[in-house]
């Protein structure tokens, strides 16, 4: 068991926005060891894509963090943005969701690769351009040298998201997030991008959270899932436990996630069992349990205290007062 | 030996791959077609000025001759300048003479070529000399001011900016003068000529180039100050360059001020026709000799082709102004130059 | 088999005052900014207004064309003339008065009249696009092309200055501006998918423009119009400065500064002062459009 690369420990970010306070993440704790594949799984404005920009401390400036979080034993937040230049890009990077726009369109595609590597390195322009035509074959696009010079939008969606791999890894960062990396993708793209992903995590020995809202990519893809809702994470396990023949799942938003998934062996003509309502709204938190508005099996404890996230399984962590029974509903 | 005559054609002195790739890109072809369609502007623009001149009551014979001459000589110089014949007689005897490069004679018997000639060149210095000065200074100043949304240099450019928007160029002239030629004596209160020397012509020309380009560099500096910030907080390239590590100046300046160039450039091209109202009557504040100053008196006297002459000249320069900008965006933007993706 | 439940509202009982991580003092801070931003200039045009509009019918105040010479350039704070006479004896506040009267006058006017025409214009070229839109577009780009000021002073030269010829004139420069904004406007609006649902519904065009693209173009308008306003407001009195707006000895702001430019070096006061009006008011303009916009979102 290697020592854990990232560790995060009751992470909380808020926003003020036109006069009004917005919690985005409420109390979030895990941690990353290298070599492990890291899946944190919830609708939009959960609060995952926050948490992560709060640790490579990407948030505007006066957002409010509190908490710990720690890359190799060295507590980040907290640190000036200065200091956090250092490890941003060279030790942890991100890639992001839409490459379209993540790429600087006016901006040769090589020389944004270069540019990471020599934010973090000395080296002369020359030196940056072979490297970066080296990252670019490491993401296995042909003809890398002329793919240099060329701009972003002269590339297709898939090879804009390699580009996006080349400019993460530029350094060889030790942990790897990529923020719905897939999503913007079709499907087989998908696969591959993923794919490549993982080889390059098994390469370079990097650990990797993926940030998504597919549960599907989840279970094919991740050692470890965590699910947030509303800002806090409400179930925590490795991918086996939750997934597949024998799968666990406890508390009753993932288990209302995995129903609402169609499958091929379902009958025809069957209402969908999704989950209706919204996710609420960060600035005017429910009291008690988030998920309780819209969860059949609410009980009044359940609207009036909030569940804590406690193991009650080895390995397998939930915050519910009346968690399903063995993976079935109940 | 064909293509190396094609090119030449082309490309003129940048005749090398470039050149070719803008020649048969969409560029040269939207470039044309916009001088094409400045055609009936120009035309539009000098012809309703042709009609607004005629239908207005016309003494210009009376002008030149007193207001003693009897009305049979009035008649009679009518009749030598061509004033009695109906307007668009006149206006096509105009057209064809302007192209054939003869913009006619003045009331005064000056040729309108000459007048032009001596006068517009200072016009465009000053000119030249607001915008450069205005837009150095609006790239620095919103530079500064963005990198710090609300910090105090942001504030203060913000202030200062309004304030430019908001002071009438004649009124602020006239503090300029206040201040800095009468109580300083830095300058000199009216110009009369521009001097021959580069410091002679800083001079004469400061005070009104300042009064010029405070208000375009209020323009300017709110613009791009909007668009850095705006590139700053939305779009996700910043995020990716600050995720790469990317000291924030240099994320403002490699990412963000070079995005924000085509909306700054094409903004310049667009106002470029709006200044006619301002250089005039700064002109006339400072007394610099320009087509201005030119413009007035030709309006007093009713000066037709003079007025003709000035009107489309500046009518030329909005036209060239928008070309200017739309140019800029189809040679500099990559999008436009390399065409679409080509995977 | 799941039954779907009910849409749960959230409308349940305040919750408890969460421990707040952000501090109210910034919260607070940040509303107050706001509500300033639009108040204060709300507040100080409605103030000159008054002054301008209200005040004179309800204190007689001195003629601001003709004065005794007998009190030439009296000082501010005389008794009779709360901001002295110039160098003719004419009351400066009144000038200050019957000018601003004629600049709201003039501007409103021209306003109103590029707004209508121009908007009308500019709305069915956005919509209905095709040639109308090419014909259209081409006129604006001629009026714009036009050089404005050329315009008025050739109108007030031949047709005699008035105030009524300045709202012409300008009028033409009006016109194509609210033009192109409202076009502009208009395309984005064609463009989002629930107009697309509206046309596909078999609304007719007429009703479609008027229920849908002008409730939402309007809030660009508005403060479109009252940057174009203080625009307006200074262009007039370019004109007056030239001498070919108001006829002289009608008062202005603009008449005012050419006058004081000849004492320009003796007592600065007599241009400082309108030009200080003139400034103040543009910028309350400019400053409660900018309020607007950020309170409306307006692009």
Redesign the interface.
């Known amino acids: 068991m290697s020592e854990a690369l990232l560790e995060v420990a009751d992470l909380?970010v808020?926003?003020?926005t036109?006069?009004?306070?917005v919690?985005a993440v409420d109390g979030v704790s895990f941690s990353v060891r290298p070599g492990v594949t890291l899946a944190i799984i919830g609708e939009s404005g959960s609060g995952k894509t926050v948490s992560c920009r709060a640790i490579?401390g990407?948030l505007?400036e006066?957002t409010?963090i509190?908490g710990s979080a720690r890359l190799r034993g060295r507590e980040l937040l907290g640190l000036s943005?200065?200091e956090l230049?250092?490890?941003?890009?060279?030790e942890m990077?991100?890639v992001?969701q839409?490459p379209a726009?993540?790429?600087?369109?006016?901006?040769r595609v090589g020389v944004?690769i270069a540019?990471?590597i020599r934010?973090?390195r000395k080296v002369s322009k020359r030196e940056a351009q072979a490297q970066s035509i080296e990252l670019l074959r490491l993401v296995r696009i042909p003809a890398a040298e002329r793919r240099f010079h060329?701009?972003p939008?002269?590339?297709?969606g898939g090879?804009r998201q390699r580009v996006?791999i080349a400019?993460?890894l530029?350094c060889r960062p030790r942990l790897l997030i990529a923020d719905e990396a897939t999503t913007a993708l079709d499907v087989t793209t998908q696969a591959q991008i993923m794919e490549l992903m993982l080889e390059l995590q098994q390469e370079l020995d990097m650990a990797l959270i993926m940030i998504s809202h597919d549960l599907g990519l989840a279970a094919s893809y991740a050692d470890e899932v965590i699910v947030m809702y509303a800002g806090k994470v409400v179930e925590q396990a490795p991918a086996g436990r939750l997934f597949g023949a024998g799968g666990a799942v406890r508390m009753r938003y993932t288990r209302a996630l995995l129903?609402a998934i169609p499958h091929l062996e379902r009958p025809a003509h069957?209402?969908l069992?999704?989950v209706?309502?919204r996710p609420?709204?960060p600035s005017?938190?429910?009291?008690g349990c988030s998920f309780a508005?819209?969860c059949?099996y609410a009980a009044d404890d359940c609207?009036t205290k909030a569940p804590v996230l406690a193991e009650h399984a080895p390995g397998h962590s939930w915050a519910c007062w009346h968690p399903c029974e063995n993976g079935g509903?109940a | 030996m064909a293509l190396v005559q094609q090119i030449q054609l082309q490309g003129g002195s940048g005749a090398r791959g470039s050149a070719r790739r803008i020649a048969g890109s969409p560029a040269l072809r939207l470039v044309g077609r916009r001088l094409l369609a400045a055609i009936p502007v120009l035309i539009g623009v000098t012809f309703l000025t042709f009609v607004v001149m005629s239908a207005l009551p016309n003494n210009t014979a009376q002008a030149i001759l007193g207001l003693n001459a009897s009305p049979s000589a009035v008649a009679a110089l009518n009749h030598t300048l061509g004033l009695d014949q109906p307007f668009w007689q006149r206006y096509w005897h105009w057209l064809v003479n302007v192209l054939h490069g003869n913009l006619g004679t003045t009331v005064n018997g000056s040729s309108v070529n000459s007048e032009l000639a001596t006068h517009l060149p200072v016009t465009l210095e000053l000119l030249a000399y607001s915008l450069v000065v205005s837009l150095l200074l609006a790239i620095i100043v919103a530079v500064l001011a963005a990198r710090r949304p609300n910090g105090v240099v942001d504030r203060l450019s913000l202030t200062v900016s309004m304030i430019g928007l908001s002071a009438a160029p004649y009124a602020f002239a006239f503090l300029l003068i206040v201040v800095f030629a009468v109580k300083l004596n830095w300058f000199p209160v009216i110009s009369g000529s521009l001097g021959s020397t580069p410091l002679s012509f800083l001079k004469a020309t400061t005070l009104p180039a300042c009064a010029i380009g405070f208000p375009l560099f209020a323009v300017y500096t709110r613009l791009l100050r909007a668009d850095l910030v705006e590139q700053m907080?939305r779009?996700?390239?910043i995020?990716?360059?600050?995720?790469?590590?990317?000291?924030?100046w240099q994320v403002l300046i490699?990412?963000a001020l070079?995005?924000s160039m085509f909306t700054l450039i094409t903004v310049v091209g667009l106002n470029l026709g709006t200044l006619i109202g301002a250089v005039a009557i700064i002109e006339t504040i400072f007394t610099v000799p320009g087509i201005g100053q030119d413009l007035l008196n030709g309006i007093q006297n009713h000066d037709v082709p003079l007025i003709e002459g000035i009107v489309l000249v500046f009518a030329l320069m909005t036209v060239l102004g928008n070309l200017l900008a739309d140019l800029m965006y189809a040679v500099l933007?990559?999008?436009i130059r390399?065409g679409?993706?080509?995977? | 088999?799941?039954?779907?439940?009910?849409?749960?509202?959230?409308a349940?009982p305040t919750?408890?005052p969460?421990p707040?991580?952000?501090s109210s003092r910034?919260?607070?801070t940040?509303?107050l900014g706001?509500a300033l931003r639009l108040w204060v200039p709300a507040g100080f045009l409605i103030l000159v207004l008054a002054m301008c509009f209200l005040w004179p019918m309800v204190y007689t105040l001195p003629s601001p064309t003709n004065g005794n010479i007998v009190n030439a350039s009296l000082p501010p704070f005389s008794p009779g003339h709360w901001l002295g006479t110039d160098q003719v004896g004419v009351d400066i506040f009144s000038q200050i008065v019957y000018g601003g009267r004629v600049a709201f006058e003039v501007s409103v006017a021209t306003t109103v009249i590029g707004m209508v025409i121009g908007c009308a214009l500019g709305v069915l070229a956005g919509y209905f696009g095709g040639w109308v839109d090419a014909v259209i577009s081409r006129v604006l780009d001629i009026l714009i092309a036009f050089p404005a000021l050329v315009l008025a002073l050739v109108i007030a030269e031949g047709l005699g200055p008035s105030e009524f010829h300045v709202i012409l004139a300008l009028a033409v420069f009006s016109i194509p501006a609210f033009g192109r904004v409202s076009r502009g406007a208009t395309l984005v609006v064609r463009g989002l998918p629930y107009m697309t649902a509206a046309r596909l519904s078999g609304t007719r065009g007429w009703r479609i423009i008027v229920r849908h693209v002008l409730p939402n173009i309007m809030p660009g308008i508005v403060t479109f119009s009252l940057l174009g306003i203080g625009v307006v407001i200074i262009l007039e009195g370019a004109l007056d400065f030239l001498g070919y707006g108001i006829p002289p000895p009608g008062a202005s702001w603009g008449a005012m500064i050419a006058n004081g430019q000849q004492v320009l070096t003796a007592q600065p006061e007599y241009v400082l002062i309108p030009s200080i009006f003139l400034l103040i008011t543009v910028v309350a303009l400019n400053m409660l459009g900018d309020a607007l916009r950020e309170r409306w979102g307006v692009q």
């Not at chain 1, 230049?85 to 060279?90: C, F, M, Q, V």
């Not at chain 1, 939008?153 to 297709?156: A, C, I, N």
């Not at chain 2, 995020?239 to 990317?246: D, E, F, M, P, S």
């Not at chain 3, 799941?2 to 849409?7: C, G, H, N, S």
């Open positions: 909380r808020a926003f003020a036109a006069g009004r306070e919690r490579m990407l505007p006066g409010i509190s943005d200065s230049r250092r490890h941003r890009g060279s990077a991100m992001f839409d726009r993540s790429l600087n369109p006016t901006m944004q540019e990471a934010t973090h060329e701009y939008h002269q590339l297709s090879m996006m400019i993460a530029a129903d069957t209402l069992p999704v209706s309502g609420p709204d005017a938190l429910p009291p508005p819209r059949q609207r509903t | 907080q779009e996700d390239y995020v990716t360059a600050k995720a790469k590590g990317v000291p924030p490699r990412h070079r995005n933007d990559p999008r390399y679409s993706s080509n995977s | 088999m799941a039954v779907p439940i009910p849409d749960a509202t959230l349940t919750p408890p969460l707040s991580l952000v910034r919260l607070r940040q509303r706001r």
